[in-house]
């Protein structure tokens, strides 16, 4: 089992930054073994793909929307994931949620195995 906790979400300026950690912890666990990611979803819309990390050689993959604004990172000996977001804009207004997937590297929410509870986001115009 894997447990994940996120915070630093808040409310913020646009144009401003805000940076996102997510606590893993969980018997044996290891990054090698999976894919990490940042979910987020805004009220009345579905959960989107944001940021993710192969857990095969560490290399990122980020929505459009995001690309060249959020970078994602891992402390593989805090077993802590992190999303720096830069140049918020208010439609990045969402609850962002960090999620683990053991299977085939994905994009899509239905196939991650552990999510946290999410953290909110706000962006004030």
């Known amino acids: 089992q894997v447990q994940l906790v996120e915070s630093g979400g808040g409310l913020v300026q646009a144009g401003h930054a805000l940076r996102l950690s997510c606590a893993v912890s969980?018997?044996?666990?290891?990054?090698?073994?999976?894919?990490m990611a940042w979910f987020r979803q805004a009220p009345g819309k579905e959960r989107e793909f944001v940021a993710g990390?192969?857990?095969?050689?560490?290399?990122?993959d980020y929505a459009d929307s995001v690309k060249g604004r959020f970078a994602i990172s891992r402390d593989n000996a805090k077993n802590m994931v992190f999303l720096q977001m830069n140049s918020l804009k208010p439609e990045d207004a969402a609850v962002y949620y960090c999620?683990?997937?053991?299977?085939?590297?994905?994009?899509?929410?239905?196939?991650?195995?552990?999510w946290g509870q999410g953290t909110q986001v706000t962006v004030s115009s």
């Open positions: 999620a683990a997937n053991f299977g085939p590297e994905s994009t899509s929410p239905e196939e991650y195995d552990y």
């Open positions: 969980g018997r044996s666990f290891n990054f090698f073994w999976y894919q």
């Open positions: 990390l192969s857990r095969n050689d560490g290399s990122t």
